[in-house]
């Protein structure tokens, strides 16, 4: 079984432009997450996928393998059917670029233990700790089934506790699995209504009625969404040394 770990990259981002560029303790954030990609001995190969020459020279520059990819895409899932397209494999490990911080333990969970003949999605959620984290909407919160089958994702604080104040909230990770079914039907697929008024591309199988794995892992990442997530990872890998 061939596995490959994709990080897509960016260099416009509405919140933080050249965010895979931001510089932590002297290396940019793409290369911090990429070497926690590489403990990842599962990986057969590991990519960056981006749309813009300067993220694709600092790779070369900190001898990171990069692939070049369309400027035109919407998100992160339409960058892998790009790969896909170019790369054979099982499956497709995307791991989000603003991640510095993610646990090679938390990536491994989420790679299905053998090859899917039929469309295949999964994804990782883990406890929210933080009440903050529950109301900030870069926060996706995750409801699922009895079987770990992804209901709902939203950006609003979900479930409502109105018959319990017994409410676990559970957040996604920045790490998806898709095999190459999984891309093709995304990229086939018309944005739905929940997906564009959430802005959240997983909607797209959710609304379609097609399964979405999510593995409960217990890890604290922090993903890079403002300049003020930057200064707290930074000072994080600065306690680390």
């Not at 996706?140 to 950006?155: A, M, P, Q």
């Not at 506790?161 to 095999?179: E, L, Q, T």
């Not at 929940?194 to 409960?216: A, Q, S, T």
Request: net charge neutral.
């Amino acid at each position: 079984m061939k596995v490959i770990g994709i990080i897509p990259a960016r260099y416009k981002s509405s919140r933080f432009e050249g965010k895979p560029l931001a510089d932590i303790c002297g290396k940019p954030m793409i290369w911090w997450t990429y070497m926690q990609v590489k403990k990842v001995k599962e990986f057969d190969d590991i990519l960056v996928a981006t749309d813009d020459k300067r993220i694709f020279d600092v790779c070369e520059k900190y001898g990171m393998k990069a692939l070049m990819t369309s400027d035109k895409h919407q998100t992160p899932t339409d960058r892998l059917h790009e790969v896909s397209e170019k790369i054979e494999s099982d499956f497709y490990i995307s791991i989000n670029g603003d991640e510095p911080l993610i646990d090679p333990k938390t990536i491994i969970s989420v790679i299905p233990k053998k090859k899917c003949k039929e469309i295949y999605v999964g994804n990782i959620i883990t406890t929210v700790t933080d009440p903050v984290e529950v109301i900030d909407f870069t926060n996706l919160k995750v409801v699922t089934n009895n079987k770990g089958e992804g209901v709902y994702i939203s950006r609003s604080p979900i479930p409502y506790p109105k018959g319990s104040m017994d409410c676990i909230y559970k957040k996604h990770v920045g790490v998806y699995a898709f095999n190459k079914k999984a891309l093709d039907f995304y990229v086939n697929t018309a944005r739905g209504n929940l997906e564009i008024i959430e802005d959240i591309d997983l909607l797209r199988y959710i609304e379609n009625h097609i399964k979405i794995h999510f593995v409960d892992v217990d890890c604290h990442t922090l993903s890079v969404d403002t300049t003020k997530d930057l200064k707290r990872v930074e000072n994080i890998i600065k306690g680390m040394k």
